[in-house]
């Protein structure tokens, strides 16, 4: 470790690789600290993928699509309060960061859909496997072939301040060494607060008995080291709940399950909601029934449309049926409650229509191919959409609006960019679009 870097990079998720790629590419001499002993913190779990318009990949595909398409769905997603300036930012630059990625072998062609947008935009690996791990790697790479030191273990305490300007952090490296590093420039990407307890029952007091989706690391800690040299925060308040998480271990069971043609029962065996309707609604229904969870009721042909499904049975998750009335005693679901359902439903698939609910996707498929499975799921805290307040060169402002010499930040540590709700595939989309920028500002 030297004592002095040119930017030295808070996390290594996305958007802490992504900036420190291109500080270094922009002549900075730069150093990451990683608190955990992985790299990649809650980038690792990403699934859907990388949302952006007007990509080389869409043309490919033939997909037509514009930048102010990207930015209404999304500011219509986060209920009309994105900050405007970042959301523009991000709409404007996501496809030149997909020709950067592809540009460092990282290579997003795969195109898929998520709740909220109206054409495919979210772009993922070729093979469509998760885009997060496949990221992480694929960055950690870049910064091995460049020489860039990531320095695992070594949680960052606090951020030193003279005069006002942010002149470094300090550290302790490999948990023993405690060192004061100077620096030009501070990038803070440190991720979310979503396994917090102290700071969800602060701030959004409903999320704070929830199970949570995040790694154990994402506890807010730039937001706080920031708040301590006057960084302002914004939309601390907007936590987003996944409806369709196991509650033992907080596994995210991803929504291609709902996609793909399952439907949530209560425990009375019951249909109660629109599957598909928004994170945050569909969330609140499961909510408010007596019992507080619901099941996901899945047929053999839709379990194999989802591969994923293999790997939440490996961990227990998933009970099985050779019928759906041996289902039912598994759960413990009155049987023919739970055929009639079934029945129903699938009358709904083939009319294409769900006079009970109003389900509009995800219904190309019956529930008809024994054996069946259920998997027992209820919301989960899973993204922190308030953080720090940037602008769009991704300094850090203080109250006034100011920006704070020296100190720059990235990624879900940030606030605004999603309102209200986020749409899946725009997390990775800022990593990306603000990491990268916030390289290039803090090497100037
Ligand atoms: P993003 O998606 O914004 O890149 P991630 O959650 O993927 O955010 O990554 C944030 C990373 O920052 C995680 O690996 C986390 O462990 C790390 N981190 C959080 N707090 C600290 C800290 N105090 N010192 C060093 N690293 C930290």
Redesign the pocket.
């Known amino acids: 470790v030297q004592d002095s870097y040119d930017v030295v990079v808070?996390?290594?998720?996305?958007?802490?690789?992504?900036a420190a790629i291109s500080a270094h590419d922009a002549g900075a001499s730069v150093a990451v600290?990683?608190?955990?002993p992985?790299?990649?913190?809650?980038?690792?779990g990403?699934s859907a993928g990388m949302n952006a318009s007007e990509t080389i990949f869409q043309e490919d595909e033939g997909i037509e699509d514009s930048k102010e398409k990207f930015f209404e769905e999304t500011l219509e997603g986060g209920k009309g309060t994105n900050d405007q300036e970042l959301l523009r930012y991000l709409t404007d630059n996501a496809a030149d960061a997909i020709e950067w990625l592809d540009s460092l072998g990282i290579t997003l062609n795969n195109l898929t859909t998520t709740g909220g947008m109206s054409v495919p935009r979210a772009h993922r690996p070729e093979d469509g496997s998760p885009v997060g791990e496949y990221l992480?790697d694929g960055l950690i790479e870049n910064l091995s072939e460049r020489d860039i030191p990531l320095f695992l273990n070594?949680?960052?305490?606090g951020l030193m301040q003279e005069d006002g300007v942010v002149t470094g952090i300090e550290?302790t490296v490999g948990q023993t060494n405690q060192m004061f590093i100077q620096a030009k420039s501070t990038i803070i990407?440190?991720?979310?607060f979503g396994a917090s307890p102290d700071m969800l029952q602060e701030f959004e007091p409903d999320a704070a008995d929830s199970v949570t989706t995040?790694?154990e690391?994402?506890?807010?800690?730039?937001i706080k080291?920031a708040q301590e040299v006057g960084a302002d925060v914004v939309d601390m308040e907007h936590v987003q709940v996944h409806p369709t998480v196991d509650q033992t271990d907080g596994f995210l069971i991803t929504e291609a399950v709902r996609g793909e043609g399952a439907i949530l029962v209560n425990q009375k065996g019951e249909r109660f909601f629109n599957e598909l309707d928004t994170r945050d609604a569909v969330s609140e229904a499961i909510q408010s029934l007596d019992e507080g969870y619901s099941y996901l009721i899945v047929d053999q042909t839709l379990r194999e449309r989802v591969p994923a499904i293999d790997f939440y049975e490996s961990q227990g998750l998933v009970q099985k049926g050779e019928t759906l009335a041996k289902l039912a005693e598994e759960i413990d679901v009155d049987a023919e409650t739970l055929e009639a359902t079934v029945t129903a439903w699938n009358e709904h698939v083939q009319a294409g229509e769900d006079p009970d609910f109003g389900r509009e996707t995800g219904m190309e498929h019956q529930l008809s191919e024994a054996p069946y499975y259920a998997i027992k799921i209820a919301p989960g805290v899973h993204h922190t959409m308030g953080g720090l307040r940037i602008n769009t060169e991704t300094a850090v402002l203080d109250e006034a609006g100011e920006a704070i010499p020296g100190l720059y930040a990235?990624?879900?540590?940030?606030g605004g960019i999603h309102g209200q709700n986020r749409i899946g595939g725009n997390?990775?989309a800022?990593?990306i679009v603000f990491?990268r920028h916030a390289g290039e500002e803090a090497a100037k």
């Open positions: 808070v996390g290594s998720g996305g958007a802490g690789l992504a600290f990683e608190k955990m992985v790299a990649g913190g809650n980038t690792n990403a992480v070594s949680e960052v305490n550290v990407t440190t991720g979310g995040n790694h690391g994402a506890t807010g800690d730039g080291m990235a990624g879900e540590v940030t997390a990775v800022d990593i990491g």
